[in-house]
């Protein structure tokens, strides 16, 4: 069951832990001072327990009930309760759930931003239940715009923030291509649109750490893309593939992917030519195979300056290969080798630069994670302990929900290297290491129930094709 608290929550972008609890402690020092009550002013809300929260169960205690009456002005058992199908609001909701001498213009306004918002969710659900007969014109165009607005934050917040979003307008695309009713000039499109979803799902699925649902909705995402007759596209889930391939230690499977991608985009003009050459070079830097790494990231930068930027591009976000993301692959696959020197140490110190703006359109949290744990790897390469810790350090602080895979991937490898290393049987490598180790063990973790299939028809799994199921690391 789906609860108001949590549809309220999902409407908001509040679903990660650290969004949503500042707002829960600014409520309750609001109404620490609206109650004269300064016991209230230091409430605040575990991730554990806003966890059950979020999910449903384990309600809250006494003052916490009466915050979030404050933040989102409902009852506690309304909250709890299901959401309900169409936003039917008391009159008394138009102000604050205090008394009126008491209420701010702020909270009001914060009260009737909430009604809207949840009215314009309702309305657009029934818009789309009018036109699903033929998959109408703003169904499409509400389609379009959602995966045009999660493509763009995918990569700046946590997975549980789109996650829910993305499964829904999944389902909503493969049920207008399972109806059969689309028209003839909407079935490209839902196509297309299907793969792009299918393809965040993969990432999604990836970054959880569940290479099966990645693969599977990889494998559906290409079949869409071949349906849409979109080259670009399709060159661009053989690089997701070769990404899940790179990330689960399969080199071989990512240098395959890699080609067969390079081989389908071959007359494509947009940046994913760049990023096929960059998986190439990954995947080779895993085999050991220097002269295939260094054929790759010339022909990356080859094909950067032949780049025209295509629809792909257009989506942004992992659909774009823009030069610092280039930079970051180039000097991960040099540390993949195994040596570094000052040279390296720039490149890396670089790369990281080029995530340090996080303003920047192309900013992700995760390739700035992979970029420090590369600059740590190679300074510790040339025995610098200190250096290697300043590196990696931010990367430790992240809070647990943005502890993807990969990242937790990049700073093992860091690990690794301290436990072979020059430094090892020091204290600092070995605090280090115990740093690492506490940071890995909380990964972040969510809700994922039977995970999504693929849509009938659309794609089927072969056993033989599937490899022995393994926990994937990924980042980028």
Known sequence: MRTLLRALIDQREWRAYDVFRPHFERAAREL??????????????????????YYGSGRPRPAARRVLRHLFGYSVDELWAEEPTQPTLPAERLST???????????????????????????????????????????????QSEVYRIT?????????TVLTDLARIQATTFRLLESGRAKPSQVRDLYL?????????????HDLGDPQSAMLQARAA????????????????????????????????????????????????????????????????????????QAANHR????????????????????????????????????????????????AEEAVRGFSDTDDPHWSFGAEAGCRSNLALARLYTGDLEGTAEAVQPVLELPPNQRNAGIISSVKRVRASLMRGPARGTQAAEELRERITAF??????????????????CATRSRSAEPEARRVDHAE
């Open 97 to 143: 759930p205090h008394t009126d001498h008491r209420a701010t213009p702020a909270t009001d306004l914060q009260q009737l931003g909430q009604q809207a918002a949840l009215a314009a969710r309702r309305a657009m659900e029934f818009a789309m239940k009018a036109e699903c007969s033929e998959a109408g014109p703003e169904t499409l165009g509400y389609l």
């Open 32 to 53: 620490a001072k609206i109650e004269d009550n300064p016991g209230l002013a230091g409430l605040s809300v575990s991730d554990s327990t806003y966890q059950r929260w």
């Open 440 to 457: 890995s063990s909380h990964p972040a973790l969510i809700e994922l129930g039977q995970g999504w299939l693929p849509p009938r028809g």
């Open 152 to 160: 763009r934050i995918y990569n700046r917040v946590s997975v549980a």
């Open 300 to 347: 990356a930068e080859e094909l950067r300056e032949e780049t025209t930027p295509d629809d792909l591009d257009a989506l942004g976000g992992n659909f774009t290969f823009p030069h610092v993301r280039q930079n970051y692959f180039t000097v991960e696959a040099s540390v993949l080798l195994g040596s570094g020197n000052a040279t390296l140490i720039r490149r």
């Open 222 to 293: 290409a079949v869409c893309a071949d349906q849409a007759e979109h080259l670009a596209m399709s060159a661009w889930v053989r690089g997701l593939q070769s990404g899940i391939s790179y990330w689960a230690n399969r080199p071989g499977d990512a240098l395959r992917y890699a080609r067969e991608g390079a081989a389908t985009g071959a007359d494509v003009q947009g940046s994913v030519t760049v990023w096929l050459a960059a998986q190439e070079a990954r995947a080779a830097a895993l085999m050991g195979d220097a002269e295939t790494v």
């Open 193 to 205: 649109l299907a793969a792009v979803q299918s393809g965040m799902l993969a990432k999604a699925s």
